[in-house]
């Protein structure tokens, strides 16, 4: 009997010991827990809380944003309408950019050369509006050409000040303002209307020179405006240069300021030697004299009659 029982108490400890071994095998095979998507995030375990944004930072960083974004369409906005064909090359060139595969390197040499064109060409740096100002008509000199009827005056003229990076030469060299850009009665004709230039008195046979930089786009022979010429600059500035008594200028041909184009005379509808002298942008035909400023010519008076 004792050896029964000696027996029975021997398997439950053998049992006992398996038992314990099989728990202790189980807890060290056993995996640690892996953190899910849906457990509670594992960087609360790694002292990483102050890295979560909070809510008043995301609205700020929001407000800042707006206002930056809203500072640079303003920005933009300003430079379309105080420098449209700057506006318009910068978008047409960042346009080509955005269609093209280029380099890093070939970016910023495509930049460059935007930013140097802006710096040697001519650019407008107002905006233009519908107007016209009122010239006389009492200067002493030749005079004459085309004038725009009253009706089409706001569509063809602006009376704001025209401004260039450039400066122009002075068309010709010595002279007097005779018939200023405005409204005036056609010294020819007696009709109202609007002068789109500026009629300069000068002698017959004066050289005529070319205001900007640019190409020979027109020379020909008219009715109103004689012998002209016509140049094409940059930004859709162009000039035109009438009554000329000869034009020595040919079409495509390149000029700087102050080459010889044409001699002064009084060709076309004229009542005498002088230079009919026009500035278009864009075909709109604005007031000549803010581009010479104090280098404006003088405006000559008729002679009192003794």
Known sequence: ???????????????????????????????????????????????????????????RVVVTQAVVCALLLGGLFAARQAMPNTYRQLRNTYT????TDMSVKEVWAAARAVFASLKEDIYVMAPYREGTTAGENTAAGGKGGIDIALEYASQRCTASPLHTTAPPRRPVEAGDLSSPFGYRVHPITGEE???????????????????????????????????????????????LYAHCSEVVAQEDMVLRPGDVIAYVGSTGSSTGPHLHFEVRLHGLRCDPAPLFGSQMYAVKQEEEET
């Open 193 to 239: 209307g609007v002068h789109a230039g500026m009629d300069i008195a000068a002698e017959e046979g004066d050289p005529v020179y070319a205001a900007f930089y640019g190409t020979v786009l027109e020379t020909g022979t008219g009715d109103g405006y004689g012998n002209y010429v016509v140049m094409e600059h940059a930004g859709g500035l162009r000039t």
């Open 96 to 99: 080509r950019v955005m269609k």
């Open 1 to 59: 009997m004792d050896s029964f029982e000696s027996s029975e108490s021997r398997f439950a400890q053998v049992r006992a010991a398996r038992e314990k071994r099989r728990a202790l095998r189980a807890n060290i095979e056993k995996p640690e827990k892996q953190h899910d998507d849906y457990d509670s995030p594992p960087y609360d375990n790694f002292g990483m809380e102050d890295t979560v944004p909070k809510k008043g930072s995301l609205v």
